[in-house]
């Protein structure tokens, strides 16, 4: 019987852990940065960036954008809503936005015209909630708290936080080219 030897890697095999883009402490890696897209990252919650998109009565913060990490076709980031504050109106343009309560009770305000006379719904939430906004959806966000902020994480399905900002909410499709206003 041979004694037990521990294969050694091949000289191809050695050369692409070197490589490896996700391990740059490896001995012997290439110097040269990795394509964003080839590396995973990591965003401190104290490195928000503020100089985003903003609606009047709230302060959205990117985590997650095109020129944050190089993604192509998300953003994420934090929403905050002072006490007693209600949004500006706006809409997202064709980005979907998926929106996770993590403090406070904010409320979502859009118009539904599902019964045939444009209707205000609210929807009242908690931590732990989740809202789904279509794309062109006006809405608005508001704290009835009088005391404590309230804060959301938000997911959109573009790479950066798309906002426009409207005088009024109207119904989707109720006036003719203004769900696609970008302005």
Same mark, same amino acid.
């Given at each position: 019987m041979a004694p037990h030897t521990t294969p050694t890697p091949s000289d191809d095999e050695a050369a692409a852990a070197r490589h490896?883009?996700?391990?740059? %402490? @490896?001995?012997?890696? %290439? $110097? $040269?940065?990795?394509?964003l897209s080839a590396r995973l990252h990591h965003i401190r919650a104290d490195a928000l960036d503020g100089d985003t998109a903003q609606t009047g &009565?709230?302060?959205?913060?990117?985590?997650? $954008? &095109?020129?944050?990490? &190089?993604?192509? /076709?998300?953003?994420? =980031?934090? !929403?905050?809503?002072?006490?007693? !504050?209600?949004?500006?109106?706006?809409?997202? &343009?064709? $980005?979907? !936005?998926?929106?996770?309560?993590?403090?406070?009770?904010?409320?979502?305000?859009?118009? %539904?015209d599902s019964g045939g006379t444009p209707e205000e719904i609210r929807i009242r939430t908690a931590p732990g909630d989740y809202i789904f906004v279509p794309p062109y959806v006006p809405h608005r966000e508001e704290n009835p708290s009088p005391d404590d902020e309230a804060v959301v994480v938000i997911a959109r399905s573009t790479q950066e936080a798309i906002v426009v900002n409207l005088p009024? @909410?109207?119904? @989707?499709?109720?006036?003719?080219?203004?769900? /696609?206003?970008? =302005?």
């Open positions: 490896d883009a996700f391990h740059p %402490d @490896l001995p012997g890696h %290439d $110097s $040269s940065s990795p394509p &009565g709230m302060r959205r913060f990117a985590a997650i $954008s &095109g020129g944050s990490v &190089g993604s192509e /076709r998300i953003w994420m =980031g934090q !929403t905050h809503v002072a006490p007693d !504050t209600a949004s500006s109106n706006h809409h997202h &343009g064709a $980005s979907e !936005t998926a929106i996770h309560v993590i403090k406070g009770h904010p409320e979502f305000v859009f118009l %539904d009024e @909410l109207y119904v @989707l499709g109720g006036e003719p080219g203004a769900e /696609r206003a970008e =302005g």
